[in-house]
């Protein structure tokens, strides 16, 4: 058996899920499957393993520590960190980035500010609005405030409730729901 650590931090009642080998569930079926039970109470997927993500973008940034610090206080946990390489992998929900300090191994280029000119990396958050006021309330900085766009795709239009910010090295981030 496999096993999943539910932590539910507002009632200190931790809980503990366990599937069989042959069954694997995303953190967004676990949150469908005990919604109805945890919805009042702020909570966290812990697994014993870190399930990486088929695309992790990974920024060269000038200074790991105020990187790091940034990316904590919008809501990412360090999942792991090497500090010898001053490397850290983050997560926030579904979304993974890791950073690293400059160290001229993938430079393709001199890097000058604003670091990743022409992208903006795009993550979708449970709650945006709720994820916006939290930032808004740290006196985040933010490149876009939240607003509703529309986009097509194919034959329909899609709505996308979005923010903006920018971190120290100038990369984009976008969340949006």
Known sequence: MNSR???NRNDDDDKLIV???SREFSNKEIEALTEFQERFFEHEIIRENIEF???IPELSVSNIDISKKFYI???FQVRYERKEDKFCFLQLEENQIMIEEDNNNWNTG???YPYGRGINIS???S???KMYNKLKEKDIKFFLDLEVHEYRVNDKISLDK??????PDGYLLRFNN
Do not use: A, H, R
């Open 53 to 55: 993500n088929s695309l």
């Open 19 to 21: 599937v069989p080998d």
């Open 5 to 7: 650590k539910y932590l």
């Open 73 to 75: 206080d919008l809501g």
């Open 127 to 129: 709650d945006v609005e």
């Open 110 to 112: 001199k890097l000058e």
């Open 123 to 125: 993550m979708t958050i």
């Open 162 to 167: 979005e923010f903006l910010v920018q971190d």
